[in-house]
């Protein structure tokens, strides 16, 4: 392999600089990477990093067709299967998008234990997204608390946001007043928090649910005198 790179660019241009991460802090430039005396798994990995890069360039296209070609070569890896569903649903092909989403349902239960933590939090918080966006509200919701269960405590209350506002928006009154409870501390004891727009969303969704659109539109209000939510 290739001298490792020092870089000091945001991470979300690395895929299209053609750099991955090492366990140092390093970087390699996969795009020049020679597969010829790769390992089996240097050789899927750096193949999927492509994939990613002509997924982040909108090459939709060929990076399906990579996909394809690495499932054939390497089998059925959770995060291959993620990009391809992704993929699927980016070209509006909802069919595969639908199958992809109940391929990773079957095959999670039996490798999630190898994934790293941010790695299945990610994996989990996805397919939460893709089956809200099918209709399949307890099938996302279900994903959400597992999420919540092993995520880090940032990541974690922004999830417990994302329950909140499933709960309220599809009328599922299963344990919303204990999240509410708990954002709304969250709320008072830990003011960082009300940066974020999702979050006093998902508290305003609550109270329209709980409490009706009167309340709601009153915190609403305050919160807008407030700047809270911005323009």
């Known amino acids: 392999m290739t001298t490792a790179l020092k870089i000091s660019h945001p991470y979300e241009t690395f895929y299209q600089l053609g750099l991955a991460s090492l366990n140092d802090g390093t970087f390699i430039n996969f795009e020049n990477e020679s597969l010829q005396n790769a390992s089996y798994i240097q050789r899927r990995i750096l193949k999927h990093l492509r994939i990613k890069k002509l997924m982040a360039e909108g090459a939709l296209q060929t990076a399906l067709i990579l996909i394809r070609d690495l499932r054939s070569e390497s089998g059925d890896h959770i995060s291959l299967?993620?990009?391809?569903?992704?993929?699927?649903?980016?070209?509006?092909?909802?069919?595969?998008?639908?199958?992809?989403?109940?391929?990773?349902?079957?095959?999670?239960?039996?490798?999630?234990?190898?994934?790293?933590?941010?790695?299945?939090?990610?994996?989990?918080?996805?397919?939460?997204?893709?089956?809200?966006?099918?209709?399949?509200?307890?099938?996302?919701?279900?994903?959400?608390?597992?999420?919540?269960?092993?995520?880090?405590?940032?990541?974690?209350?922004?999830?417990?946001?994302?329950?909140?506002?499933?709960?309220?928006?599809?009328?599922?009154?299963?344990?919303?007043?204990?999240?509410?409870?708990?954002?709304?501390?969250?709320?008072?004891?830990?003011?960082?928090?009300?940066?974020?727009?999702?979050?006093?969303?998902?508290?305003?969704?609550?109270?329209?649910?709980?409490?009706?659109?009167i309340s709601a539109i009153e915190n609403l209000t305050i919160m807008r005198a407030e700047d809270k939510l911005g323009a």
């Not at 893709?130 to 880090?152: D, N, V």
Request: hydrophobic letters at 40%.
């Open 81 to 213: 299967l993620c990009d391809q569903a992704s993929l699927a649903y980016m070209m509006k092909n909802y069919s595969t998008w639908s199958h992809v989403t109940n391929e990773i349902d079957e095959l999670l239960p039996h490798v999630e234990d190898k994934l790293g933590q941010e790695s299945l939090t990610k994996t989990l918080l996805l397919m939460a997204k893709f089956y809200e966006e099918q209709g399949l509200i307890r099938k996302s919701y279900s994903y959400l608390k597992r999420a919540e269960k092993i995520a880090h405590a940032l990541t974690r209350t922004r999830i417990r946001a994302n329950i909140i506002r499933l709960l309220s928006m599809h009328s599922i009154s299963t344990e919303l007043s204990e999240y509410y409870a708990e954002l709304k501390q969250v709320s008072q004891s830990e003011p960082e928090f009300n940066t974020y727009a999702e979050f006093l969303h998902a508290l305003i969704l609550a109270e329209a649910k709980l409490f009706g659109p």
